[in-house]
């Protein structure tokens, strides 16, 4: 199954998701990659899912990817005596580690000695998505005296936000390293680390996951944009978590990080997902706003690899549709003679390395000679990564022996993800390459083709061939 568009969709499967037959419908409509978001659902109803996808893979001959979503740490208050409270700006509200006190319209328990450890003398902290902001004047291991600045209803259990602040916290909780080992063991493709602070958090998870998956760093953190260059380099993939960026961040900065990020990651040749609230309305209704359609077509005109549905497509009325309307923006957009120079002009120049010269060369070359198809022929991914950075103007076919790597390629921008048997030499590639645009109708016999690989074809990361063809 050809997809005639270059950016990938991620939808999230849930309640509204589970049945294979809308699993399969969701596949049909767009969907390259699905979600398993491990903050919700069990570890049978994660295995079910997966193991729908992989016969669905298995019934149409694509590849599939499958990201596994990590909870990562949540910080939330306790409860209160006397459900919620209203808390009045300018009024005094203390939080401590008293677990075994219910809150009251004065205090509430806060039990996370980590946040007390990094908080100072005018520190600020949101509370319920940002909506109640509370000023630190007082603060000691294990409590903090604020004033509220904006007020409003607290509940039990709502999150804490500390923006600006590095909090001496892992990423991984330990439900994350039980769900990791747990996605690991069935062969899942991505993992996405929430709560990134720090590339350490990345280096971290890449010493358990060893090569198993690649990582996904979730940026949702101020103290994760800081480091951004660096996180990029450690990272595998990148996700804008707009969403939780949004709360610890004014919400006008939001649209410039985005195309900071999408820019960091372009140029680093690193796959980008731009995630939340992307066509938030098709929750409840069949079609988007207006300004939702915008949104998705912005982050394609960025350059995005992948854009994501959340609550759209694992717990809305009408998950199906919504993918399939994500799908027509992303094809109406790509379309657009504008988006082509606006890819174009935010080419970054290449590295002084083998595979980046191959990867500008083809690009140049598929232009000049006007090919159906570029090919690259890649064991690890990394081929085939490089030629996406550049964006040709024509599909890329990723073929590869290793059905993981054909997985990991489905959130590749432009790679249309091939498995193949392992070749010995550069005839056997050349002729493979040409039977395989043959046979998923990218070209005709008598057509040129730009293939790109690696010698030796067994050792990953060697990208140093270039080669022209003709379709026999």
């Given at each position: 199954?050809?997809?005639?568009?270059?950016?990938?969709?991620?939808?999230?499967?849930?309640?509204?998701?589970?049945?294979?037959?809308?699993?399969?419908?969701?596949?049909?409509?767009?969907a390259d990659v699905f979600r398993l978001n491990f903050s919700h659902g069990s570890h049978d109803d994660h295995r079910q899912r997966l193991d729908t996808i992989r016969a669905i893979e298995r019934e149409r001959g694509r590849p599939i990817g499958v990201l596994l979503d990590l909870q990562g740490p949540k910080l939330r208050i306790g409860t209160f005596a006397d459900g919620p409270v209203q808390l009045?700006?300018?009024?005094?509200?203390?939080?401590?580690?008293?677990?075994?006190?219910?809150?009251?319209a004065s205090r509430a328990t806060l039990p996370h000695p980590e946040i007390f450890a990094a908080l100072r003398e005018g520190t600020e902290l949101l509370l319920d998505d940002g909506r109640i902001r509370l000023r630190v004047d007082r603060c000691g291991e294990q409590f903090a005296d604020t004033t509220v600045i904006d007020g409003g209803m607290l509940s039990d259990r709502k999150g804490v936000n500390v923006p600006g602040?590095?909090?001496?916290?892992?990423?991984?909780?330990?439900?994350?390293?039980?769900?990791?080992?747990?996605?690991?063991?069935?062969?899942?493709?991505?993992?996405?680390l929430s709560f990134v602070q720090?590339?350490?958090?990345?280096?971290?998870?890449?010493?358990?996951?060893?090569?198993?998956?690649g990582i996904v760093a979730?940026?949702?953190?101020?103290?994760?944009?800081?480091?951004?260059?660096?996180?990029?380099?450690?990272?595998?993939?990148?996700?804008?978590?707009?969403?939780?960026?949004?709360?610890?961040?004014?919400?006008?900065?939001?649209?410039?990080?985005?195309?900071?990020?999408?820019?960091?990651?372009?140029?680093?040749?690193?796959?980008?997902?731009?995630?939340?609230?992307?066509?938030?309305?098709?929750?409840?209704?069949?079609?988007?706003?207006?300004?939702?359609?915008?949104?998705?077509a912005t982050a394609i005109y960025d350059g995005a690899d992948a854009v994501m549905l959340s609550a759209e497509s694992a717990s809305g009325r009408y998950p199906v549709e919504a993918v399939r309307m994500m799908n027509s923006i992303i094809a109406r957009t790509e379309s657009d003679p504008l988006y082509h120079d606006a890819i174009q002009a935010s080419h970054t120049p290449p590295r002084a390395e083998?595979?980046?010269?191959?990867?500008?060369?083809?690009?140049?070359?598929?232009?000049?000679?006007?090919?159906?198809?570029?090919?690259?022929?890649?064991s690890s991914g990394y081929s085939a990564l490089r030629m996406a950075r550049e964006r040709p103007e024509v599909p890329i076919l990723g073929m590869?022996?290793?059905?993981?790597?054909?997985?990991?390629?489905?959130?590749?921008?432009?790679?249309?993800?091939?498995?193949?048997?392992?070749?010995?030499?550069?005839?056997?590639?050349?002729?493979l390459a040409s039977r395989t645009v043959l046979a998923e109708r990218f070209g005709q016999a008598g057509e040129s083709?730009?293939?790109?690989?690696?010698?030796?074809?067994?050792?990953?990361?060697?990208?140093n061939l270039l080669r022209i063809a003709q379709i026999a």
């Open positions: 199954m050809r997809r005639h568009r270059n950016a990938k969709i991620v939808a999230t499967l849930g309640p509204a998701s589970t049945e294979p037959e809308i699993i399969d419908a969701l596949f049909t409509a767009g009045a700006a300018g009024a005094p509200f203390r939080l401590d580690l008293e677990r075994d006190a219910p809150g009251t602040v590095v909090l001496p916290l892992s990423a991984m909780t330990e439900k994350d390293r039980r769900d990791l080992e747990f996605g690991l063991g069935l062969g899942v493709d991505w993992i996405a720090r590339p350490e958090d990345i280096r971290e998870i890449k010493a358990i996951v060893d090569g198993r998956a979730k940026l949702e953190k101020p103290a994760a944009i800081q480091s951004l260059d660096a996180i990029v380099a450690e990272a595998d993939a990148i996700m804008v978590a707009r969403g939780d960026l949004g709360v610890e961040m004014p919400a006008e900065l939001v649209p410039s990080l985005q195309k900071q990020i999408l820019r960091a990651c372009r140029k680093a040749g690193k796959p980008v997902i731009v995630a939340t609230q992307m066509l938030e309305s098709m929750v409840a209704a069949p079609v988007p706003t207006r300004a939702e359609a915008s949104d998705v083998a595979a980046d010269a191959i990867g500008h060369a083809m690009r140049h070359v598929a232009g000049l000679l006007r090919v159906p198809a570029t090919v690259a022929y890649t590869t022996p290793r059905v993981a790597t054909a997985r990991r390629l489905a959130l590749a921008w432009g790679v249309h993800a091939v498995l193949c048997h392992e070749v010995v030499d550069v005839l056997e590639m050349t002729e083709i730009v293939i790109s690989a690696g010698l030796p074809f067994t050792v990953a990361g060697t990208t």
